[in-house]
Each structure stands twice: as C-alpha cells, then as structure tokens.
C-alpha cells in the first residue's frame, strides 16, 4: 500500500476543485499524482491495499454536509442523498412500503457491518468483483492489459461471470442495488467543478464494456454524485427482488432479479425487469418485459418471461448453470409480485 | 514383574458394559469408574481460559511485542515455474527503516537440476524467496515490492489431470526410473515410482498391504458398484495465520510460535541453526487454529531467525491470508477410483480402490485408509498415486486423506445398499461389526429421525428433502514421547507443566480436570502452565493424539505427588497413607471420621516448598497393537445429514446433522461438543463450499482471500446436535482419547448421501454447487 | 518386518515427514513415513517441499549420494535407535 494523503471535503465544491482522476482512470493507466474521491472506502481501499490503486491523495466525501438525507414526496418521488449508508435505506419505513425491491436488495447487499459504512453513492460506482481484475498479477483489458484471462475457453475461472453482454468484457456488476435502482427507473444527479448538474437515468449512467473498457459507468474527474432520485410509484406500482447467493450471509450474487411493475388486478401493465449478476453492467431485459406486458401474471407467462430474458444468453466455459439459474429466478421474482 | 490385578469397566454404558481385568505396573494409580461415578471428569466444565478468549486478554503470537523488535515480511514468486537470472535489492536496501534483506540462496552443486543459479527454481507461485526486516510492517511490506526478481520463465502445469499426460511439463527434471514398490511402514518407500510427474502407488500402510484374491472376490460378486469420485483442493484457513516471534541472543533463541507442536519446532530450529535443544525455547500460550497445517517451524520460522541474526534483534514475522492459502499447506485434491463387490446376503466380497491426487509440488496425496480398514473385506487392494504440480506443498488436513476417502467409500456403500435393496443404516449394521458404531447408528438414528427417510427423489415440491448417513474410522494414537510435570506447593497451589500446546480445543482445560479429579479439588484451584519447551516434552496436536497422549501421564503425575503429600499426612495421624484419601479439597481418613484437614493444611506439613513429580506416558494396559503407540480400537462416529436441494436453482442447504461420537472416556462433555461442531462445520464447508481456484493459464491461485474463498458463516451452519458415546476399554489411567479428527471425516459423505436421497441423482464430485446440481439434473443445456 | 532400519543412518538429518497421525515431529525419526500414502515430506533446510538442489524431498531421495545430503551425527548420543515397528 502506497503512502497518501488525506483531505476531508467540507463542500461538493471543494471536492470538486480538488480532484483530478477518478479509481477506473488510475486503473486503466495510472497516474502520477492522483486525487481520487473516497466514500464508504470499501471498495477504494481494497484497490489501494492491494496495491492496484497508488493516489497521491485521497479526498474523503464521506463528511461532506447535506448529503446524506433521504427524502420522500409522494408527488414526486424519492430522493436519496449520495452519502447516505445502506443501513439508513435499509430501515427507511417510507421506501419499504413504497419501494419493496429497493428495501429488499439493500437488506440483501453485503454485511450488516458493512451496510453500517457503505453509501450509496459508493455502492453503484465501484467497480466490478472479477477475480482477474482485482489480481495485481492479471493485467486485463480493464487494466489497460492485452487480454480477458476469464474469458478463455480452456483456462478461463468464470463461474461467476457474464451471460449477457459479454463480448468485451465478462465481468459482472458488483451493485446488487443498482439492479434494484434500475428497474425503479431511477436517476442519478452528477455534479461537475463548473457548478453544473445533471439528471442521469441509470439506463445511461452505465456504460458497457463495449463502448469504454476503462469504465463501468460515465463519471468523469471532476464529477461527483450528489443523488439518487427515484420516481413516485402509483398505486398500483408493485415490485419485488431476489437474489442468488452462495452463502446467504454474505456473498455477491451469482444472480440477481429486480421487477417493478404496473398491475391491474392481476395483470401486468408494463414491466421495468432488470438482471444483476449477468453481465458487466445492470442489464434490463426489454425482452422480459415485453413478454409480461398485458398478460395476466401466472407461472406460465412469468417463465415464458423468463426464457425470453436468456434467449440471447452466451454462457462461458464454466458459468452454464446461470441461464436457469436466471430462468428460476426471474420467474419466482415475477411471480412474487402477484 | 512389579504388576498388580485391577478390574477395569470395559464396554458401553447402556448397551453393553463390563468389567476387564488387566495387569498393570504397580506404580499405575487406581482404576477410575465410570463417569457417572467421577466429580470432575465427564463433566461440562467452562473452558478455563474461556473469559481471556472472549475478552480479548488472550495473548496470540501476533499480540507478542518484545524491546527493539523489528517486522518482517517474506518476499515470494509471483510465477509458478522458472530459474530467478537476478534479484535487485538495491532500492529495499535503501528504504528508511530496512534493518536487513535476507535472501534465500543454496549452494549449486554439478549434476542437479540448476546447477549454475544460486537461487533456488521456483516451483509455485508463492514460493519463498526471501525477507525483509523492517521498523514497522508498512516498511517491510514497501520494501519487498521494491525488490525485482528477474525470471526465467518455464512452462508449468496445475491442472492434475494435465500433470498425468504423458507430454506434460515436468515439476522435477530429474527423471524417476527407479522401479519401487509402494510403501510399506517404516521403511524408506514413499511411493517414488513412475514416470513424470506421477509418483506411485502406494500399495499398504501400517494396517497392512493387499488382501486376499480381488479378482475370485469380484467373481463372488452378486452385485458390483464401479465409482469415480472426485474431491477439491482445500485449504486450511486457521483464523490465525502461521507466524513466530525470534527472540535470538547469546543465551540462546526463543521462538513465540502459533504452532501445533512447540517440540518439533524446538527441535527444527535446534538443527538448522546448529543449536543444542536446550538453547531453543519455544512457547505458544494460544492458538488460533492450525487443522494438521501448524506442524512445524515452516519457512517462516528460520526466515526469522536468521533476519534476527542478522539485526541483533527481536524479529515479529506472521503471513497474511494470501500468503497462508498460497504456501502454508492444503487438503491435497483427488480422483478415486472404487469398486465395490458384495453378494446378494450384503456381505463384502471385494474393494478395489485406486487415486490420484496433488500435493502440488510435495507428496502425500493418497485418499486414506478408510476403504481398507472401515468394513471387513476379504479382498482389497489400493493404489494410491501422487501427481506433481506446480502449486503449493499440501499438509496435514484434519484426518488426511481420510475424509476424502470417506466421501468415496461410504457413497459406494450407499449405492450397494441400494442395489441390495437396503435401508442403507441396516446395510451398516449388517457389514459393520463395531460395536460402537452399532450403538451410535442406534442412538443417532433415534435422534435424527431416520425413519422419516423416504425413497430416493420422491419428495414433492421445487425444494426436496433428503437423509443421509455416513460414517467413519480414525485409529487411536498415542505418543509415547509425552511428559508432564504436577507440582504442589506448600501453601496448596498446583501447577500442571508440559510442552504440550493448545491448539484450542481445551487441552489446558482437560488436564486441569484430570488433576482436580484425582486431587479432589475444583478445577479453579489447578494452574495450567503448557505450551513451553522448557517444561516436560509433549506430544504435537496431530493424529488426534493429544488426549491420550498426555491425560494418563497427568493423572500419573497428579498421583504420585499425591502419594507424598498423603504420606506426610499419614505420618503425623500416625496412620498408614493407603488410609487416606483425597476429595472435596479435604484429606480425610477412609474409616476414622475424625480424621480431617484440609488440602492446604496438608501442604503446610511439607518439608520443601514444593512436590513436584514428572510422568511419562506408560504402555497401554494389555500393550498396543503396534509398539510405537498404535492402540487397539478405533474412534468410532456416524453422522446423519439431512438437506433441503432447490431443484430449480440448484442451491443446496444443510439443515441438520447429527453426529454420534466415540471417544473412549469423554472428558469434557462441553469441550467435546464444540470440537465436533468444529468439524462438522468444515465437512459442510468441504461438501458445499470451499474450494482453491487455480487459473491454469497462470499459475496463480484467484480466489487467495477470505470472501471469494468460501467457508460458512452463520446462515450456512446447520442445527447440529452430537451424540457422545461413552466407551471404556481399560487402557491406560484415563482410558480417554481425542476426537478432532473423526469430527470431521464422515460429514462431507453424509451430505452427498442426503443429496442423492433429495433428489435421486448422484453427485460424484465435491464441493457440490448450484452448477453441479443443476448439471446432474438435466437443468444445463 | 525388521526391528532396526537398515536405512536410517543413510537419511538426511534435514528430512522431516509431515506424518498425518502427528506422531514422530520431534521424535527420533522425524523422517518416518508412518503411512507414505499421507505423508508430507520436507526439508527442513531449505525449508520447503522441495530440496536444496531443486529436487524432490522424500526418504527415497533424500540419501547419501545426493548433492546436498548431510548425514546425522551418529554419535552426538542425543539420538536413540529407531522404533521398533
């Protein structure tokens, strides 16, 4: 672990003028005196403990007033301030009776432990759990490297990596709440240093492997997360979230399924349906969805649902098992919402 | 002979127990009773040491800080096969707070396999190269990532059934021509045969070689079960890593060590430095684990010690998580191959068993003995193969090679069971004559509810229900090699010492026991001073020996010293000593009632400020079953698991075991019960979860961490519920041995077991996964 | 089987057997392979699973003739005969 040092942020224009990189730039090819933002720091001191990440200076936005309140309108929707801990999402009464899936994927995510630290800004800006990404001694495509090592057919460990989306990179997201997030159609406020914002929908705030390998989402230096806004369910908004893990105590997911949707009785209206765990970012389902829409939700309509999702599935050499895996879940989680 | 006639308890209370009369020496205390019939022993006594563990008082090697001392941190091959051309250390040198860089080097000689390099071939990544010694461990740590060390690059090979192909790379250039037949006990073979990478086969063990005729008993056959079962590469993950603290001056060197056997480190460090075995102190007061992996000094220890030589000055050295799963010893993998033959009656006709496994780049990777001990068979036979790779060197592992071995043998079982058209628990009890298992099989099943077990896959529903049964065997060990000292001090302390450690199971616990007991005082009143070479030698806490190793000698010692103290007591009530006795904290006259004082009064008519008395461990009663310590019998246990399998995504759930165990004469009932949670935990972990990823592109281990490498936590941990049956055999002054092994080996069986009954499909290879399941159900295209 | 190995003053005094029963680490024959099947062997001398010269550590290998063999010192009186077996 490299020597850096600290600078405790007192405003989002203040950490705004100091930093100058971001943790994807530095990993993709690193720099010489880079300031990075730190927020929980779960996943920013894993990189630098192990050596892949050497910032000159480390800003924490941790402390930074104003941040750090949650919100509910029921005109207009949530608002989650960036540096809000998951464990406060987690015992919001307001978003467990408005926003199920969301309550449930937080409750799900990491440790209570670490729930008691990580915000949520942090959680859907770090970067993904692939194995080879995070060995100092793999320089992968993600690293500036030459080669996906996960990928390959014969000596590739990728059991828990992409089906979906996984031309470039076969990485998986880490956030299992941005999956949640995802389907309740929420936006993320980006802040820049010329005093600017902008409202982000978390369609657009990902960005695939395909279009920039350095990055998992469009964050820039000098850009900060200050929000997540999600809009007002109606009454007949339901929504629920299962994830698949191999130990329930903790773990990442193997594979994780948010559904919200708009019911009459007990059919489905419109459905917003994305996958987590299934390729290298949150990936909804367009064809999930339209294979729910104006049906009645039944076993029948939700598996055809399901199968729809993974029809364009590609497993790797050693990940096979998640087409059904997806298949169960997107089903139950479909099904949960009748 | 100076012998005299005692009449022991020999056998099962309620189920068959009886007396055995045995001749002893003269100088053996007299016979215990039955438990039922002791204060102390058998008892559930709190741990004594248990409010310094959960309070964090508790000093482990990492907590030791000594004046002036210095941090160190071993530098290690990031490649898995190459020569090292050059290593730079200039820039480490030169770091602020560097004391001394020590490299790894040997002396090359003409005719071995690099013979031009100092440096030693790097064989796996991980491998130790060298050491830093440094003010703090932040330096030490900058400064070997300073280091460069040029490499030479040569092909490798990780995967174990690439290792067998005839084309592979090679792990140790020099060809094996020499033809040797497969090992027999105590002499030199060790299964050095074969060609390339593959060592072998080992034919026998101490219990023997072949049996019979294989071929006229698969002829016999009515039925045959031909298997191959497949098991992973695990490694031990103790909570506290391997380490030590050198403390090396002109008095000599002290070495604080996390290490399961303080003798054997002592005795390492006394050769390679050159040192008398009384200059080397070695002390480990507390253990945070070791599972068979804490053996020896490693190569931690002399890098320790020799960066202590050369600064003059305490060196700390621990490894971290990475460094433990790379190169501190695994469970080797392996691929066996069983067959089975029984007659229509159920009766054992034949065993076949042959495998292969990897100790990386050492040996040791047989599948146990379980196939050839655990039910009689006529016939039988086993080839046991070593594959080299280029990975880390395996260890010991918590009954090695056994508990793979189980996972085979008591699946094949199972599967014959079946063919008969058995209940598989009375297949058991048909084929298996242990006694003690027969009446664990019976208490268990009880328990468990093994009558509610229903045919193969016919629970209803997504998430199925599955029983299942398997046992084991583990020989009973004793090391002769085991001293203890019992001393009462005027004023009525008493001390227990020996260099036997805790690896933290309740050793300290026991012995406080075993000397309340015999002393007729409260386990309060005893001091337990262990884990320190300078202190009488003590066994090493491997082979589940440790028990029966040093119990008897305590009470040996307990009693002598007793014997003294009752002898002045004697003298001034004017009475012959064998009068008295010793109970309640009191000295009491067995007929005059009047006769009473108390256990400190009676220290107070001690003539020196100390009894002190060292006992060795005596031969069994009635001999052993070989001279150097293998006792008759064995450590019986069955253990019933019962899953629930998501048929749909393919998740498995362990919800209960029951394991019923056999220990001789339990000590300790609460000490017991939380060793055989211990390892019952880690057979679920190794049935379902832990699992060493290799890259083989690469060499490297990707899952070296504690998150991606996974053992259970709470939600993982099945109800467990343990069944101690008591079992006497009048062998020594306690009659009791250990039970850490056997709590872990017949686990990873029952699950499978429990599985297939779920779900009516067989999984052959462990850790079962959602992949595996799903796969064995048809689920995966 | 023979009550005295043969072998034992032709072992490198730096072998050691990681034996799974536990039983002869610091014993006089530190070397023996009780069941070679599940023995780990190791040299404690380079202080690994592989030996000074780069070769395999085992009983087999590990004998005079070897590069970096070094023999016990027979008569220091600090060792005993090997068990009887």
């Known amino acids: 672990m490299n020597k850096f040092s600290w600078y405790e942020a007192k405003s989002v224009e203040d950490a705004l003028e100091q930093v100058n990189s971001t943790v994807s730039d530095e990993l993709y090819q690193s720099s010489e005196k880079a300031t990075i933002f730190k927020s929980g720091g779960i996943d920013v001191f894993d990189w630098v403990k192990e050596g892949l990440l050497k910032p000159q200076m480390i800003i924490n936005i941790r402390n930074i007033p104003g941040l750090d309140k949650i919100s509910y309108d029921p005109k207009k929707g949530l608002r989650i301030g960036s540096n809000v801990t998951l464990a406060e999402i987690a015992s919001d009464q307001e978003i467990k009776n408005q926003y199920l899936a969301l309550h449930q994927a937080v409750n799900h995510a990491a440790t209570p432990q670490l729930r008691n630290v990580s915000t949520l800004g942090g959680n859907i800006a770090q970067r993904n759990r692939c194995w080879y990404f995070r060995s100092v001694d793999h320089n992968c495509f993600r690293k500036g490297g030459d080669r996906c090592f996960a990928r390959h057919s014969k000596t590739g460990e990728n059991e828990n990596h992409a089906i979906l989306d996984n031309g470039s990179c076969v990485s998986v997201h880490a956030s299992s709440i941005a999956t949640a997030l995802m389907a309740f159609n929420a936006s993320v406020v980006i802040a820049n240093a010329e005093g600017k914002q902008k409202t982000v929908p978390m369609d657009d705030f990902f960005v695939s492997a395909g279009e920039d390998m350095a990055m998992e989402n469009i964050l820039q230096a000098k850009e900060i997360i200050t929000e997540i806004l999600l809009p007002p369910p109606s009454k007949n908004t339901k929504s629920s979230y299962i994830k698949q893990v191999a130990r329930e105590s903790y773990d990442w997911s193997l594979a994780d399924v948010a559904v919200v949707m708009e019911v009459s009785g007990n059919a489905c209206k419109s459905a917003s349906i994305v996958l987590g765990a299934a390729a290298p970012v949150p990936y909804r389902s367009v064809e999930a969805q339209q294979a729910i829409e104006n049906k009645t939700i039944n076993s029948e309509n939700a598996t055809a649902a399901a199968k729809a999702a993974m029809a364009k599935a590609r497993p790797l050499s050693k990940n096979d098992y998640k087409v059904p895996l997806f298949v169960s879940t997107i089903t139950q989680t479909i099904l949960e919402i009748s | 002979m100076d012998t005299r006639k005692e009449k022991f308890p020999y056998g099962i209370p ?356 379980i196939a050839q001990i655990l039910y009689p068979c006529p016939n039988f036979t086993t080839e046991q193969y070593d594959v080299l790779t280029n990975a880390g060197p395996g260890a010991a592992w918590r009954a090695p090679g056994n508990v793979q071995g189980a996972f085979g043998l008591e699946q094949a079982i199972d599967e014959m069971a079946e063919k008969l058209n058995v209940d598989p628990l009375r297949y058991r009890d048909r084929i298996d004559p242990s006694e003690v298992r027969k009446v664990e099989r019976q208490r268990g099943a009880e328990l468990f509810g093994w009558s509610r077990r229903q045919p193969p896959g016919s629970s209803n529903g997504v998430v199925k229900k599955g029983l299942g049964v398997g046992q084991s065997t583990w020989p009973r060990f004793v090391t002769l090699d085991s001293s203890v000292e019992v001393k009462i001090h005027k004023g009525g302390g008493v001390e227990i010492r020996s260099s036997v450690q805790d690896i933290g199971t309740g050793t300290k616990t026991i012995l406080a026991q075993v000397v309340a007991e015999e002393l007729g005082l409260q386990v309060k009143d005893i001091k337990v001073n262990i884990g320190d070479t300078f202190f009488p030698v003590g066994p090493g806490s491997g082979g589940s020996v440790v028990t029966g190793s040093i119990t008897p000698p305590t009470r040996n010692a307990a009693f002598e010293a007793k014997t003294v103290l009752l002898k002045l007591v004697a003298k001034k009530w004017e009475t012959d000593s064998s009068e008295l006795l010793m109970a309640d904290g009191q000295v009491s006259h067995t007929t005059n009632t009047s006769l009473k004082m108390s256990f400190k009064e009676a220290t107070q008519l001690m003539r020196t400020s100390q009894i002190s008395k060292i006992a060795s461990r005596s031969d069994d009663y009635g001999g052993f079953q070989q001279p150097w310590g293998l006792a008759y019998g064995d450590l019986g246990s069955v253990q019933f698991a019962e899953v629930s399998v998501n048929t749909d995504t393919g998740f498995v759930k362990v919800d209960r075991i029951v394991a019923a165990h056999s220990c001789g004469r339990p000590l300790n009932i609460g000490q017991l019960e939380s060793q055989i949670n211990g390892g019952v935990i880690q057979g679920v972990s190794y049935a379902l979860y832990e699992n060493r990823v290799m890259d083989n592109g690469t060499g490297h281990m990707m899952n070296a961490n504690v998150h991606q490498y996974k053992v259970p936590l709470s939600m993982e941990i099945p109800e467990i519920e343990t069944i101690i049956v008591e079992e006497y055999s009048g062998r020594s002054s306690t009659d009791a041995y250990g039970i850490g092994e056997p709590a872990n080996i017949a686990t990873a069986a029952a699950i499978a077991n429990a599985v297939y009954n779920a779900i009516g499909v067989r999984l052959y290879e462990i850790p079962i996964t959602p992949s595996s399941i799903l796969k064995a159900l048809g689920k995966v295209s | 089987m023979a009550n005295s190995n043969p072998n034992k003053k032709n072992i490198c005094k730096f072998l050691r057997a990681r034996n799974p029963y536990g039983m002869m680490e610091g014993g006089d024959n530190p070397w023996l392979l009780l069941d070679d099947a599940n023995t780990i062997c190791w040299c404690i001398t380079s202080a690994g699973a592989v030996g000074p010269d780069n070769g395999l550590v085992s009983p087999k290998q590990c004998v005079e003739g070897r590069s970096c063999f070094v023999p016990e010192a027979i008569d220091d009186g600090m060792h005993g005969e090997p068990p009887v077996i």
């Open chain 2, 14 to 369: 309620g189920h068959n127990l009886g007396e055995i009369e045995r001749d002893i020496p003269v100088e053996e205390p007299p016979v215990w009773p039955i438990n039922d019939k002791l204060n102390v022993i058998g008892k559930r006594v709190k741990r004594i040491d248990a409010l310094e563990k959960v309070t964090g008082t508790a000093i482990y090697t990492s907590d030791i800080k000594l004046p002036g001392m210095l941090y160190a941190k071993m530098l290690r091959s990031n490649v898995p096969h190459a020569t090292i051309s050059s290593i730079d250390i200039s820039k480490a040198k030169g770091l602020p707070g560097v004391h001394a860089i020590h490299l790894i080097e040997n002396t090359p000689k003409e005719g071995e396999e690099n013979s031009s390099d100092t440096y030693p071939m790097v064989k796996y990544v991980g491998q130790p190269l060298g050491g830093v010694a440094a003010e703090s461990l932040e330096i030490a740590k900058d400064a070997i990532s300073l280091i460069t060390v040029n490499y030479e690059e040569k092909p490798f090979v990780i995967d174990m059934e690439t290792a067998m192909e005839i084309n592979a790379p090679i792990v140790f250039d020099a060809p094996i021509t020499q033809q040797q037949d497969g090992g027999d006990v105590g002499e030199t073979h060790d299964g050095s045969k074969g060609e390339g990478n593959l060592r072998g086969p080992s034919t026998s063990s101490f219990f023997g070689g072949p049996r019979g005729n294989l071929e006229e008993g698969f002829n016999e056959a009515d039925v045959i079960v031909e298997r191959t079962y497949r098991t992973q590469v695990h490694t031990h993950m103790p909570l506290e890593t391997h380490g030590v603290v050198v403390n090396w001056n002109a008095d000599g060197m002290t070495v604080y060590a996390s290490t399961q056997n303080t003798a054997a480190v002592r005795n390492e460090m006394a050769s390679v430095f050159n040192l008398p075995k009384s200059k080397v102190r070695v002390i480990c007061e507390f253990m945070g684990g070791g599972f068979g992996a804490k053996h020896s000094a490693g190569s931690f220890g002399p890098m320790a010690a020799n960066l202590a030589k050369k600064t003059g000055r305490p060196v700390w050295l621990m490894l971290d998580r990475q460094e433990e799963h790379l190169a501190e010893g695994n469970r080797p993998n392996s691929i066996q191959y069983l067959k089975i033959g029984a007659k229509n009656d159920g009766t054992l006709t034949g065993i076949q068993q042959r495998s292969h496994g990897t100790a990386g780049v050492g040996l040791g990777a047989g599948v146990g003995r």
